[in-house]
């Protein structure tokens, strides 16, 4: 029988005692598990030292560090924002000329994370925080340049690299941009952590991530250096540095930021008796047991699933290669073995990985094994806006249990390009830092705030004009006093500029985007714009049938009438919009001609005409319910993607049932962009100041009395189109009774009360299915809230047409009964509580 000495008992003691903590709290038990060798926090600009988060923050006047530091300027911002914490944000350390800070360290690879709280100074009022441009570097590597923390609309600045020194001296070198005249550099914070080799690949071609869309790998060396542009607890909470894994990282909620429309899918912790264990090859280092403690997946209703993706989106620069590093790890008994969950991984609409078991990934096939897999993406020079879409969709092929799929972290870092430069466009990446307020515009006085700019208004001719304007005055009259609101008194929006018809020069019409057509073209295709092939009259003009390129290709030209209120500003915005815009859901643009004083656009041609004319006042068959649902679909995808697919949101300005046109096959397409006007451009603005546009009765009131225009706008505009639809009325009757002339106003009265069956085109009765009736008349009252905080985004709206599509397909596959429903029960949970996404090419084919 062997025997222990009383130290061998002890030490046997010792590890019973560490073994049963861990069973108790296997969290925490493994988070600090990393020990820097480095840790130096400077605090810019102080003289003394101050503690925050349990860390003692060294000021920088009286450190080793700065040396030279009698040449700079010590700075105290003029006010401190409330949710931004004094240490290291409320001293400045400030640079007329280059300046660099000096660390003696250890070799190895360093978290360096720069804090930035652009302010104006009590102490020094000839620094301004918009003549702050700067770069800084880090050794050979450009971290930052020609930055402004100002124009990042943040109200405190975190920007965190990884650099790898070869040697015991780690400098960073802050030098003011050439421009402007005053320009400076500043920094409050310094943090230098050292750090595990996370992303070193190695000669193992097995190990190195691979390039997405492509059968080749990428080595990520010691040599690469990467800034954080994005950290995320899937599904869980913040991480704060402390309760990071020794590496003081900070870890993001993924939602609502970055979670892609509507699809939230659903989150939840661990059970209770799942431990989470990390295997040889996943290091506790690389996310804290906290990150892989929590999970998003999409939900329970599997037939949902397979149509829909769970979907993240970070914005990124383009012309950089980027490592994506995901984390998974199954925390639920319900998901124990292989085959239970298998999903695909998409990564910018590319394969990334097919058939992913994260069961079977652990090799031991056991719950509670982290496993993380790196790709890489490399992105072209581009001057539009960047994103990187990351989606999950169940695996068809495996055939297994569920259909589902699950994250719990996400990682993206930019890697320096060849020349060592990681520094973006200015502005920098709009990446709201982890525990910072939304971001807001700079200040009113700043050189850099958005100028909103104004236009002519469009209306019919001026007696309508009158009328309606005396309905909608007297509509919203009635509606704010029945609210407890008085309307006060106003001159009210100016309605039209003049327009000075064919005085525009054309040499910026984008001729290489679209074709140029010469005036006799246009008169042989429209057979000298014989009436006979006029297809209707819109504000710009005539509308005609034609035919190009010796009759092969059908088309419809809109030739603008020089006494038309709508004139060289919309000829042109139509031409710049579309030329740049290709959607299957927008109508296309082939061309224009602008000879003989002529506005010319000519189009696809739409073989079925507009919505419009299949629903009322027409001989036109009436469209049965799938297919107006479809078309609503349609539409709605046009609309998200002007919102959501281009570098600044476009605003379409006048959603209306005329302009949603359909082609030969029934395809909804958006048209005519000649109101149309480019959203907010300056970070955290919410608005654009113009005067008013658009058609009345789909006009959104909050536009109609402030002249703030939002792309909720255009959501009230399309939710007026809902109502159209369902009901197979215009949207201003005078003739009806006057709670019913407006049909938003009676669709929402009808909808609480419980009577949307009652106003259904009746064609419809006893066709839709009730649960669909509900959501679709549900989307459409959100959609006409009276404040546009209240309205969902273009993306929910559309996310909830489709579950309504889903709905209705349901009860007729299932043989179910359709009866109009006209009560006020809540559509069953099974319908609402399931959260998943359209893949991102469904959104934008």
Not at 228 to 234: C, G, I, K, S, Y
Not at 500 to 517: A, D, N
Request: aromatic share 10%; glycine share 8%; hydrophobic share 40%.
């Amino acid at each position: 029988m062997k025997t222990h000495t009383r130290n061998q008992r002890l030490s046997l003691l010792l590890l019973v005692v560490a073994a049963m903590s861990f069973s108790i709290n296997p969290i925490s038990a493994q988070n600090s598990t990393y020990v820097p060798s480095d840790n130096i926090l400077v605090n810019c600009g102080s003289s003394g030292n101050s503690t925050a988060d349990g860390r003692t923050w060294v000021g920088d006047a009286n450190s080793n560090y700065a040396i030279g530091a009698d040449k700079t300027i010590s700075a105290i911002p003029a006010s401190q924002d409330p949710s931004v914490p004094t240490v290291p944000y409320m001293t400045a350390r400030i640079f007329q000329t280059q300046f660099t800070y000096s660390f003696t360290v250890s070799p190895g690879r360093k978290f360096i994370r720069l804090y930035f709280y652009p302010s104006n100074y009590t102490n020094h009022p000839n620094f301004v925080d918009s003549d702050s441009f700067f770069s800084v570097s880090a050794g050979p590597f450009t971290l930052l340049s020609n930055f402004s923390a100002l124009l990042t609309g943040q109200s405190s600045v975190i920007r965190e690299f990884s650099v790898n020194v070869s040697s015991n001296a780690l400098k960073l070198t802050f030098a003011p941009a050439p421009a402007p005249k005053n320009a400076f550099a500043f920094v409050n914070g310094i943090e230098i952590v050292s750090m595990p080799d996370i992303f070193d690949s190695g000669s193992n071609e097995l190990d190195q991530p691979p390039i997405v869309g492509t059968t080749s790998t990428f080595v990520v060396d010691q040599y690469t250096t990467l800034q954080t542009v994005a950290r995320l607890n899937v599904g869980g909470n913040m991480v704060n540095p402390p309760d990071d894994s020794g590496l003081y990282r900070t870890w993001e909620n993924d939602d609502p930021k970055y979670i892609y429309a509507a699809a939230s899918g659903v989150t939840y912790p661990k059970d209770p008796n799942v431990t989470i264990k990390y295997p040889a090859s996943v290091p506790s280092y690389i996310a804290p047991a906290l990150v892989y403690g929590t999970a998003r997946a999409m939900g329970k209703n599997t037939s949902l699933n397979l149509i829909f993706n769970l979907t993240w989106i970070i914005n990124v620069d383009a012309g950089f290669t980027y490592l994506v590093r995901l984390h998974f790890c199954e925390i639920m008994n319900a998901v124990s073995q292989i085959n239970m969950r298998v999903f695909d991984i998409f990564i910018n609409n590319q394969t990334a990985a097919t058939a992913f078991d994260v069961i079977a990934q652990t090799k031991g096939g056991e719950l509670g094994v982290p496993v993380y897999k790196d790709y890489i993406v490399i992105l072209p020079k581009s001057t539009e806006s960047q994103f990187l879409w990351i989606a999950l969709h169940p695996n068809i092929a495996s055939k297994p249990r569920g259909y589902d799929a699950e994250m719990n972290g996400l990682e993206v870092f930019k890697l320096n390009s060849s020349s060592g430069n990681l520094a973006g466009p200015n502005p920098p990446m709009l990446i709201q830092q982890p525990g910072s307020p939304t971001p807001v515009a700079p200040s009113s006085n700043s050189s850099h705030g958005f100028s909103a700019g104004i236009a002519g208004g469009v209306v019919g001719g001026a007696l309508a004009l009158v009328l309606v304007l005396l309905l909608v005055w007297v509509v919203l009259k009635k509606k704010r006093a029945r609210q407890g609101r008085d309307t006060g008194s106003s001159d009210g929006p100016s309605w039209w500029l003049p327009l000075s018809p064919f005085t525009t020069s054309t040499s910026s019409l984008p001729s290489k985007l679209c074709r140029h057509f010469s005036f006799a073209e246009i008169r042989a295709a429209t057979n000298d714009f014989d009436e006979a092939l006029l297809l209707g009259v819109g504000g710009f003009g005539k509308v005609y049938k034609g035919s190009i390129d010796n009759g092969a290709t059908r088309v419809a030209i809109k030739r603008g009438n020089p006494l038309s209120e709508q004139g060289v500003h919309e000829f042109q915005t139509e031409i710049e919009m579309l030329s740049k815009l290709r959607h299957r859901h927008l109508v296309s643009l082939i061309g224009y001609c602008e000879e003989n004083c002529e506005m010319i656009l000519v189009y696809d041609y739409m073989g079925q005409g507009t919505l419009r004319e299949h629903l009322y006042k027409t001989q036109n068959p009436p469209i049965p319910w799938k297919q107006r649902l479809d078309i609503c679909i349609g539409a709605a995808r046009g609309l998200h993607y002007l919102h959501t697919g281009v570098k600044h949101a476009i605003i379409h300005r006048d959603v209306k049932t005329t302009n949603i046109l359909l082609d030969d096959n029934w395809v909804a397409k958006v048209s005519d962009f000649g109101l149309s006007k480019t959203g907010p451009t300056a970070i955290g603005d919410t608005h654009v100041s113009t005067v008013v546009k658009g058609s009345f009765g789909y006009l959104d009131p909050e536009y109609f009395l402030r002249q703030q225009l939002t792309e909720k706008s255009d959501v009230y505009s399309f939710g007026v189109v809902l109502f159209e639809v369902l009901c197979a009325r215009p949207p201003l009757n005078t003739a009806l009774p006057e709670e019913e002339v407006s049909l938003a106003e009676w669709g929402v009265e009808c909808v609480k009360r419980g009577t949307i069956g009652s106003i259904v085109d009746p064609y419809l009765k006893g066709k839709i299915a009730p649960e669909c009736l509900k959501k679709f008349a549900e989307t459409a009252k959100k959609c006409v809230e009276e404040q546009w905080i209240g309205r969902p985004a273009m993306g929910d709206v559309l996310w909830n047409l489709e579950l309504a599509l889903q709905l209705q397909e349901g009860v007729e596959e299932g043989g179910g009964v359709f009866e109009a429903d006209t009560d006020d029960d809540e559509v069953p949970l099974a319908f609402v509580s399931v959260y998943a996404m359209p893949k991102p090419e469904s959104l934008h084919p």
